[in-house]
């Protein structure tokens, strides 16, 4: 009976170790495992099942915050400019810093504008001299395309006795180039077409068109598409003759009874830009005081109609503001261009894209002679379809963003001129008649400005600018560096104070002439050297004033100051270099008594032979024989007493220089070669709990027995 008792006592004691020990291990596996289920990989914890506390209450999440620099700011990164002066036959490409990265030399001076084509060629504008018919600003004949080294890779000439190219071109994405031009209407086909006979000039009527050129040839071309204003007529004036109709009722049409009477350039369209998301295109009517889009969907045939196309509408208006009177729609008192250029839309990418930016010259303006940036949100849905109320005019009744002089006469510019809006949000404009171009921020403070100097400062009227950003592909594939350097040649070793000769070459992808620098390794350069031609090696000189290791490159830039790569380094050593810290490999646990290997090995920067002087941390030291450079040695070594130790080596070449030491340690125990703390205890919780339920099993077994 009172071994009974002893037992379910016993027992007793066992089932409470047992609770303890069950708790114990259940908090030591939400330990591991807690981690795993909240921080696993796509918020999944071990089993594979969402985290769904996590998935939909984000208040628990951290929170980051951002820290922006200027948005593709000017230090963020590099930005150049387009410019070809009126009276010059030079195109020039600066930097924000105004230096001249670029230029080009052109047959002709522009007229007027200028473009650098995604392939790194300049599209050029060229007055090919007065025309017998066609006498008026803006004349023009042709256009050059300019590759590197000015050659000339495309000519065309769109002159002769009926047509004449003026002012503007566009680039098209397909390689094609829309040209502004005028054709000759005599004074018979002008009256017959429904114009007032007092309002015909004796020289006819000259109305735009436009065309699209396909180069064929170096010197040649084919229109692949044709617009003409001509067949987009109506007039209210004589019911006798052609296009009458009722003009407020037709806004897609041109009454050919509007505009400064007595001028042969009757519209004297001036600019001209292309919408490829919508094949749309914009041009700035400026005797209309008007923009108009067209569609460029439409074969040649559709858009001398009015069906066809993407609108539908074939060749006819799709889209015009800026006076509303030119299709009796409002008064004077409606009208807000006055004489503008340089009607664009908004590049993708760029704050306000898909609007369009007008540089507003002012010519006429009732409340005072000023020039005004103006910026508009036209009606039209993601298919390029215009909405207009019937019987009234176009919208918007205002533009969306405005720039003006705080003191508007200040700025003004009576003819040419241009606008663009950037990607941080930014504008640049071209003051034409001034030759200054400035950028400004949406609140209109000017934060960078340039007056052109070329050819001269009385001479400088620029028509406008074009800013490239250094990721656009014509900057890139023309402001290419030279080649990366060969690695310098020249003594790899030498004494203080001597003069040694080194040399390198490169090569420029455009021919240009190279300037080289070469560091020398010990905090100073050579200065840029040269000029020196595309591949022609360049030779410096230098001496060291002190030993040491030496590495020597070199880097190239040509003549526009666009830098390449740095070379390959030579390594070269001056005088005596104590040899590098030696590498110890070998274990670093052990037990008294037993013997070890250790490995040492480091090279000498002079090639000469090598010994190690050793410290084995308990008192004992080796110094080796010599040895080649980089030869591994192995030395052996055994502890007699426990605890950590430092092995220390150093290197000493033939010269008696030492290098740095090496530091390695070892701990030695008395019994074991590897000492696992928590290994040990962890198999005495083991061994407990064995015992405990056996224990526990023997205590019921005794019970089922009694």
């Known amino acids: 009976m009172l071994t009974f008792i002893k037992r379910v006592k016993l027992l007793v004691t066992l089932n409470k170790k047992i609770i303890v020990l069950f708790f114990i291990i259940m908090l030591c596996f939400s330990f591991i495992i807690s981690p795993t289920i909240v921080l696993s990989k796509n918020n999944k914890n071990i089993f594979g099942k969402s985290n769904k506390y996590f998935e939909n209450d984000t208040k628990f999440l951290p929170i980051i915050k951002k820290v922006m620099s ?30 001249v990265v670029y230029s080009w030399n052109s047959y002709y001076n522009p007229s007027f504008s200028a473009y650098l084509l995604s392939n790194g060629n300049l599209l050029h504008t060229s007055f090919l001299g007065f025309h017998p018919i066609f006498f008026a600003m803006g004349m023009a004949g042709g256009f050059q395309e300019i590759g590197f080294n000015g050659e000339v890779v495309w000519d065309f000439e769109y002159k002769d006795n009926t047509h004449l190219s003026h002012h503007d071109v566009e680039p098209l994405p397909n390689g094609n180039v829309l040209m502004i031009a005028w054709e000759y209407k005599s004074p018979t086909d002008t009256k017959k077409a429904g114009r007032n006979p007092t309002n015909i000039p004796s020289t006819g009527l000259w109305p735009d068109h436009i065309i699209e050129v396909k180069k064929t040839g170096p010197s040649s071309g084919i229109i692949v598409w044709e617009w003409h204003a001509w067949d987009h007529l109506i007039q209210d004036y004589d019911s006798s003759e052609d296009n009458y109709g009722i003009v407020k009722d037709h806004p897609e049409l041109i009454d050919i009874n509007f505009g400064t009477g007595g001028y042969s350039d009757w519209l004297h369209s001036n600019s001209i830009d292309y919408n490829e998301g919508f094949d749309q295109i914009i041009i700035s009517v400026r005797n209309f005081n008007e923009i108009w889009v067209i569609d ?27 006076n509303p009177r030119a299709y009796k729609a409002g008064t004077v008192d409606d009208q807000k261009f006055y ?20 540089f507003n010259n002012g010519v006429g303006r009732p409340e005072g002679l000023y ?14 379809n215009y909405y207009l109320e019937q019987g009234k005019a176009f919208d918007p009744d205002e533009p969306t963003w405005e720039y003006k002089s705080e003191n508007p006469q200040d700025f003004y510019s009576e003819s040419r001129s241009s606008a663009q809006r950037l990607p941080d949000g930014n504008t640049l404009i071209c003051n034409a008649e001034k ?16 007056t052109n100097p070329y050819p001269d400062p009385f001479n400088n009227i620029v028509f406008k600018v074009t800013e490239y950003n250094s990721d656009y592909s014509g900057i890139i594939k023309l402001l290419k560096p030279p080649e990366t350097p060969s690695k310098p040649s020249g003594p790899t070793s030498g004494v203080i104070g001597v003069e040694y000769e080194y040399s390198s070459k490169a090569s420029d992808p455009n021919e240009n002439q190279i300037f080289y620098r070469y560091d020398w390794g010990d905090g100073t350069d050579s200065g840029w050297i040269g000029p020196y031609n595309s591949g022609e090696t360049c030779f410096s000189n230098h001496a060291w004033n002190n030993n040491g290791s030496y590495n020597v490159k070199v880097k190239a830039k040509n003549c526009y100051n666009i830098e390449s790569g740095w070379s390959d380094p030579l390594n070269v050593i001056i005088g005596n270099v104590p ?14 008594g037993v013997e070890y290997d250790y490995t040492f090995k480091t090279t000498d920067q002079n090639n000469n032979y090598l010994r190690y002087l050793i410290n084995w941390g308990d008192g004992n030291s080796k110094t080796t024989d010599y040895y080649p450079s980089g030869q591994e040695v192995t030395l052996s070594h055994t502890w007699e007493s426990i605890g950590t130790f430092s092995i220390s080596a150093k290197a000493q070449d033939k010269n008696g220089s030492i290098g740095p030491v090496s530091i390695y340690n070892i701990s030695i125990s008395k019994t074991r070669g590897v000492f696992r703390p928590s290994i040990n205890i962890f198999s005495r919780f083991c061994d407990e709990i064995q015992y405990i339920i056996k224990m526990y099993f023997l205590g019921m077994n005794t019970i089922r027995l009694m």
């Open 296 to 322: 460029h969907s439409t074969t040649t045939e559709e858009a001398a109609g009015h069906t066809g196309g993407n609108s539908g509408m074939g060749g006819d208006i799709l889209y015009r503001w800026g």
């Open 579 to 592: 040899p590098e810290k030696p590498i110890i490999s070998g274990p670093t646990n052990g037990k008294i």
């Open 70 to 99: 200027h948005p593709l700011g000017k230090f963020a990164k590099e930005y150049y400019i387009l410019f070809a002066p009126e009276r010059s036959k030079k195109t020039y490409l600066i930097n924000y810093n105004k230096e």
């Open 371 to 384: 020039s005004s940036v103006d910026e508009i949100i036209p009606p039209v849905d993601d298919n390029g």
């Open 435 to 450: 030759g200054y171009f400035f950028e400004i921020t949406s609140d209109g403070d000017i934060v960078w400005e340039y």
């Open 339 to 358: 004489a503008q250029h340089a009607a664009n839309w908004i590049e993708t990418g760029c704050p306000g894209e898909g609007h369009i930016l007008v």
